[in-house]
Nanobody
Framework: AVQLVESGGDLVQPGGSLRLSCAASGFIFSLSHMTWVRQAPGKGLEWVSAINSGGSNTYYADSVKGRFTISRDNAKNAVYLQMNSLKTEDTAVYYC??????????RGQGTQVTVSS
């Protein structure tokens, strides 16, 4: 079965940085596009960033472009999200998911990111 385990969420001040990690198992990771999605309090799920299976193409929602960087290590079955210049509106539960952008399928349990002073 597909397993996705996120980690790295924390409470951080505005302007700070965090690096999220996702450990994947139960499927052929190197053949799977991956996406980070988030859900802010009281809002729906939105895709934040995506990366193709080989890692050569990356995509970002306008709200995070220039601040977040997605990467992957296919040897470690892991995908990462480096988040810089965090804003209060980035507060959300962050999930990694299989698939590309809004066409994601399975997702993990999530990790909480809170941006607050």
């Amino acid at each position: 079965a597909v397993q996705l385990v996120e980690s790295g969420g924390d409470l951080v001040q505005p302007g700070g940085s965090l690096r999220l990690s996702c450990a994947a198992s139960g499927f052929i990771f190197s053949l799977s596009h991956m996406t980070w999605v988030r859900q802010a309090p009281g809002k729906g799920l939105e895709w934040v960033s995506a990366i193709n299976s080989g890692g050569s193409n990356t995509y970002y929602a306008d709200s995070v472009k220039g601040r977040f960087t997605i990467s992957r290590d296919n040897a470690k079955n892991a995908v990462y999200l480096q988040m810089n210049s965090l804003k209060t509106e980035d507060t959300a539960v962050y999930y990694c998911a299989t698939g590309m952008k809004s066409a994601y399928t399975a997702r993990g349990q999530g990790t909480q990111v809170t941006v607050s002073s």
